[in-house]
């Protein structure tokens, strides 16, 4: 299957933009469109990604919202801020996929979409035919990424996917922490945020085949197989080398010093890499015999005789204060850096020129962290309200909005959201 994927389907039948009037979006990705069926974060953060490099992002939320949306606090003018840092540059459409004319509205969606997202529960979207069977039996060029939290197997499907889980089952709890407390997990869900980019690579990469063969196809992405691969050396200790990792606190278990050190006023990490660095940063503190020293000449020296070194490298480090180490070590090669908080931390990115902060339709939002030379993202539109964009995008479908219910008699309690299998 060669040439263009979409054959007998204008740009403007396929592309909101193109039918509203809006401004066309510019980047690596512009004239995709993305259909994102997914909530909460490791979806949401892909598809995030990929409006800010141009695609047309058309979030469907069931008749409840995100699940994130009432995830509070923090907040910013009522909205909560989790939900705010993972869905700018999206259009939002509200669709109850147990109503028929909303069902048809996601039909039409699929059909015309170049990249279909969804974190349902595995075969989830089956019973609406909204899977991939379904979905590219009618548009056979899309890019189908489902993420789910143990896979698509028997055993894992049935297995809801939240990230705290993952990092308890996964063994990145284990260790965590200090060694003689209890696990900890990591302050941000960061296996929803490894599963995203997978994602985004997935969908990219099922993008860059289907230029050659004018075909997509279905990609799976799960927060266990992500855990896995992000432990790196610690999944690889035990696979490679049959060791169990555990509990060190902030020491490395293979290099030292690589961990916080105590200043006169807090602490500092220091991560000496090399038998050179440590060469330097004994010079730096005023104690180079250390470097000569045979039990810290080599880093599996150091890393054995951790124990006798630290106390040594203390004694100088609480002479002065973190940033006036930070200055002097840095100066001379040695990596090292003071415990922020996250507002320092926003500070120092700015202080660097990173430029940390970009406004997305008037809202403060974290600049996506990639440089491009021609074709930089774009911050076109803020994270959208419940439905803001569902009259247009319904409009654009050529679909009807369903009709309003009967009043009830008394109160009704809330109905279950759409997408309540999601994990």
Request: net charge negative.
């Amino acid at each position: 299957m060669d040439g263009c994927p979409y054959d007998g389907q204008s740009y403007d039948e396929r592309h909101l933009g193109a039918m509203t009037g809006s401004e066309q979006a510019s980047g690596p990705l512009a004239g995709l469109l993305v259909a994102d069926f997914s909530r909460i974060l490791a979806g949401p953060y892909a598809t995030m990604l990929l409006a800010d490099l141009g695609a047309d992002v058309i979030k469907v939320e069931g008749p409840g919202g995100d699940d994130t949306r009432t995830w509070q606090p923090p907040v910013r003018d009522g909205v909560s801020t989790y939900y705010l840092s993972v869905n700018r540059n999206k259009r939002s459409i509200a669709l109850d996929l147990r109503d028929a004319a909303d069902l048809a509205a996601a039909h039409e969606l699929a059909r015309r979409a170049d990249v279909f997202v969804e974190n349902f529960r595995p075969g989830g979207l089956a019973r609406f035919g909204l899977d991939y069977d379904a979905v590219s039996a009618g548009n056979p060029a899309v890019v189908y990424a489902s993420i789910s939290g143990f896979g698509s197997g028997p055993k894992g499907a049935a297995l809801p996917g939240y990230d705290l889980i993952v990092q308890a089952m996964s063994g990145l709890m284990s260790v965590t922490g200090s060694p003689d407390g209890e696990p900890f997990r990591a302050g941000v869900a960061v296996f929803d945020v490894i599963s995203g980019l997978h994602a985004t690579i997935g969908i990219l990469a099922a993008l860059n085949l289907r230029h050659e063969t004018g075909a997509g196809q279905h990609i799976e992405i799960s927060l266990l197989a992500s855990a896995m691969s992000g432990l790196v050396n610690q999944t690889g200790a035990y696979v490679a080398g049959g060791v169990v990792p555990f509990r060190m606190g902030n020491s490395h278990p293979s290099l030292f010093p690589y961990e916080p050190l105590p200043c006169a006023d807090g602490d500092l990490v220091i991560t000496a890499g090399n038998d050179l660095q440590f060469g330097k940063l004994a010079e730096a503190l005023g104690v180079p015999e250390l470097a000569e020293d045979p039990r810290f000449v080599r880093n599996e020296d150091r890393t054995a005789n951790r124990e006798a070194l630290r106390p040594l490298l203390v004694e100088r480090l609480r002479t002065r204060s973190k940033q006036e180490w930070f200055r002097a070590l840095t100066a001379v090669g040695v990596p090292c850096g003071p415990i922020n908080t996250i507002d320092q931390g926003v500070a120092f990115a700015e202080e660097v020129g990173l430029s940390p902060v970009v406004m997305a339709g008037g809202m403060p939002t974290v600049r996506n962290p990639i440089t491009f030379s021609a074709t930089p993202p774009s911050y076109r539109l803020p994270p959208p309200a419940l439905d803001e964009h569902g009259e247009e995008i319904r409009r654009w479908l050529g679909v009807a909005a369903p009709a309003a219910p009967a009043a009830p008699a008394a109160p009704a309690a809330p109905a279950a959201p759409d997408l309540e299998e999601l994990p």
